[in-house]
């Protein structure tokens, strides 16, 4: 069901356990008492089926047993989905729009003007949402057992029925019970099992009497109207929930039947039908109309929302009238509704009549209209009554025309300055802004704490006012009070442009100082003992006097005020601003005089600071004083004279001023103050000390054999300086002198090895103290490098019985420098070592296959010791070849020696046809035995023995005869 009003509530809870569904079926089918029976027959024309909805989708979008269903303000469909214990919602063409969830299955909604949801719950409570799922409150229904149906009125009462007691509850709009009414039973008035209802806008309340087969209408307080038993010919048959549109048509779910039917308000048919396409005989459960002339229902038995098109019906509207609603300002009424009506009609008429006054969709209201209500019906006319037509009204409250408030204005006699004792005010009026026939009074007062225009009850009216001492501080205002015909009376207040105000003459200032000097402070202050009361000063300005102008000087704003530099010989003036409660500011300007010279803030210190001594630049040090940026002179002093020409800020000492007093006296000058004249302190005058730059060593690394040096820069020293050294060992911590060297350089010795060397300097002169220093070098002695030699062999391929010596190819070797040759031999270079001292060396056969080396050392004191070692090549025997026997018979052996072979090469001896092959020995040597084979002929034999290198190549060819006997 659907109602049509908006109300305001307020949130509550009671808990209450919820049924399932199947035992409330069971129980409303045994108190009914009545066999389902299906009723095919119409008493009117079946409404066009247009779809079923939320059959499919997401599970949130699909509806399960739904009890009830209700259309809100705006169109959209709200499902009361028992299954599932929420409410959907659904566009009027069936679009899923959101889902809220209840705290029990849902058997009862409506929906209120403002999209506000009212639901009856399984758990015994009534609850209220927003239109956005928020709950509002929920309370207990105050039914004895569930309340199944609800309906909300105009003054937003809620009622709810008592399904078991067949009475009905009444609430109020925030949940609290007010009342019930009814009775259980059959007769007039009397109900048994209600499951639905609704409240037209008439506030008629329909009843669905289940359990008795009719509808009942009620007053709001329970009256008994009438009933409605029938749909055309045929008796209702179990009626369970019930819904009245705007024109009073009744719609009426009969769940016995299955039916769905439309009846006007004097209950005629206009539409019937039965749940679209299913076989079942019973399930008709929640009716609701929309507001295109569509009727919304639902199925306990099957899922989804049935929606059928009844005739074509203009949609509800608002008319909208624009205009101020004044006198003589024209109205005009617009409205919109779908589907697009054929042509509109307007009747205008006003409170008090019935004439109806325009029929446009424009009205001007006339002076006569004031005060009244203007009222306007709009109605969209369909083509040859299809759609039927559908009226609105819209109201205008008429009010009168506003005059124009600029047309008063407050003018002064002395309009450039506030309202002042003597001045007239005057309220002057536009009368070309004004009505013809406006007329008015005029009457004078004063603005309060809180702007309000507070006029004497004696004043009289009038347009003028002078104003007087006792204005002083006051806002004047004048209270307009005028009327005209047509025209709404008019009260306004008119102010003045600013608070009157009083004049006086400020008191001169004085000040404490007569004579102003730089740095100087001066104090104004000002007698106010004859200004008005409650005066102050305000401000204070200085500045400088020229030509009867007090100039003001940026920033000199207080009471006190020091000269400056930039102020010197300017006159100084100041000028007090005083202000009084309720009078114009007043000034006065005292001539000071003219600043003259101050004196120092403060002396500066004069020092002479360092050592003072006969040609050492002394400096005058100047430190402090105020002003800062004084100039500065100078005149140096010996014992307290001015010494001549000496006026720099440096002065250095002569020879013949050693042990008189110096001081310096500065003389700081700046405009505006008075010279400064300070004397520094005494000092006596020392001896000059000599400064000469700290000698640097030649090299950091002394070697022996080496110069190294540690010259003087005595440059910058006095004229006749002279240096002197003494070079020495460093031992602990004395210097201890080595002998003779007195020069700026010395050369190591080899006793200096691995000693530091250090080097005792002064300088003197005439007239200074002497300067003396130690320096000593960073490293130790070290020893010193021979110079290039190179070793050499008498030969490098001597022969066996040669006698080898080695010399040496080199510049001078230092004193005492000492050669010593070692000699040796091995099969290989690489493993000679020398260890016999000789300076010669014969060269034996033994030594045929081997190398002879030599090393050589030379040593030299202080010096780095220098070897080298000199190999010769191979020694090798001279090439031959001899046998044992120079005559050899039948197969006797012989011996066959060779000789001048390289150690270990390959060697054939050929005997004919016989061939004997091997390796030389170590020294290059063969000695092998042979035999000639049998069957020889005696003749003179030739042996020849043949020595390959490794790629077979002979390197050695000998060959020697016998003579061979065959016996």
Known sequence: MNSR??????????????????????????????VFVAGPAQAADDATFVKTFGVSGDQAEVVGHSWDVAVGPDGSVYVADTDHARVQVYTPDGEFLRTFALS???????????????????????????????????????????????????????????????????????GAHLNSWGAYGSG????????????????????????????????????YLSSLTHVGDEPMNGPLKVDVDADGRIAISEYNSSRASVLTADGD???????????YSHGTAGIA????????????????????????????????????????????????????????????????????????ATFTPTAADRGKTATVAVTAKGTEGEPRDRTATATKAITGKLMDASAFTIGDSTPTTPPTTG?????????????????????????????????????????????????????????????????????????AHGSTVGTFTAPKPTVDVESPVVDGTLTASVDLDDAPAGAEVTAWQWGTQAEGECTAIAGADEATFTAGVEDFEDTLCVTVKISAPHHQDAKATLVVGQVGA???GESPTVTIPGWTAVGLEASASVTGGDPADAERTYQWKLDGEPIEGATAATYTPKGAQRGHDLSVTVTSTARGYVADVTTSGEVEIGSGSLQVNEPAFSTVRPTVGEEISLPLDLSEAPEGAEGHWQWGVQQGEVCVAISGATSDSFTPTAAEVGEVLCVEVGVTAEGYESLSGTFLLEHPVLRGTLPVIRGVLSSTSPKIGASLTASLLSGPLPEGAKTTTTWGFAPAAADCGPSKVASSFRVTAGMSGRVVCARITVTAPGHTEWSTTLRTNVIKETAKATASRLTVRGTQ??????????????????????????????????????????????????????????????????KLKVTYRAR
Request: proline share 4%; charged share 20%; aromatic share 8%.
């Open 269 to 279: 048919p206009v539409s019937s039908w039965t749940w679209d396409g299913t076989p």
């Open 5 to 34: 009003h908006s109300r305001h509530t307020t949130p509550a809870s009671t808990p209450h356990r919820a049924r399932p569904l199947s035992m409330l079926l069971a129980l409303v089918i045994a108190l009914a008492g009545l």
């Open 104 to 174: 029990s299955h849902p058997y009862g909604i409506d929906v209120d003007d403002v999209g506000a949801v009212y639901v009856t719950m399984g758990n015994g409570n009534v609850a209220k949402y927003a239109s956005d799922g928020s709950q509002v409150f929920e309370v207990h229904s105050h039914t004895s057992y569930s309340g199944y149906g609800i309906a909300v009125d105009a003054s937003g009462k809620i009622f709810v029925t008592d399904y078991n007691a067949g009475r009905i509850v009444v609430l109020n709009a925030e």
């Open 598 to 600: 101050g004196a120092f």
């Open 423 to 495: 001045d007239v005010l005057t309220l002057e009026v536009d009368e070309a802004k004004l009505p013809e026939d406006a007329s008015g009074t005029v009457r004078w007062g004063r603005l309060d704490d809180e702007a309000v225009c507070v006029v004497p009850e004696d004043a009289t009216a009038s347009t003028t006012r002078p104003v007087v001492d006792g204005d002083a501080g006051a806002q004047l205002c004048a209270r307009v009070a005028y009327e005209a015909s047509g025209y709404e009376d008019m009260t306004l207040t008119v102010t």
């Open 289 to 360: 109309f929309g507001d295109d002339g569509s009727v919304y229902t639902t199925n306990l038995n099957q899922r989804g929302v049935q929606k059928h098109q009844l005739e074509p019906v203009f949609a509800a509207f608002t008319p909208q009238i624009e205009g101020s609603g004044r006198v003589g300002d024209e109205l005009t009424v617009t409205a919109s509704t779908s589907p697009e009506p054929a042509s509109w009609t307007y009747a205008w008429t006003v409170s008090g009549s019935t004439e109806v006054r325009s029929t446009e």
């Open 188 to 223: 007039p008035g009397q109900i048994m099992h209600a499951y639905g209802i609704d409240v037209d806008d008439e506030g008629i309340v329909y009843v669905p009497d289940y359990g008795n087969s009719r509808v009942q209408k009620f007053t709001t307080d329970g009256t």
């Open 893 to 958: 052996a012989f011996t066959v020696r060779a000789q001048g072979l390289a150690p270990g090469q390959r060697y054939r001896i050929s005997l004919r046809h016989q061939m004997v092959t091997g390796k030389a020995d170590s020294y290059g040597r063969v000695v092998r035995k042979v035999r000639y084979d049998k069957g020889l002929r005696s003749a003179k034999r030739t042996i020849v023995v043949r020595g390959f290198d490794g790629k077979g190549k002979v390197t050695y060819l000998k």
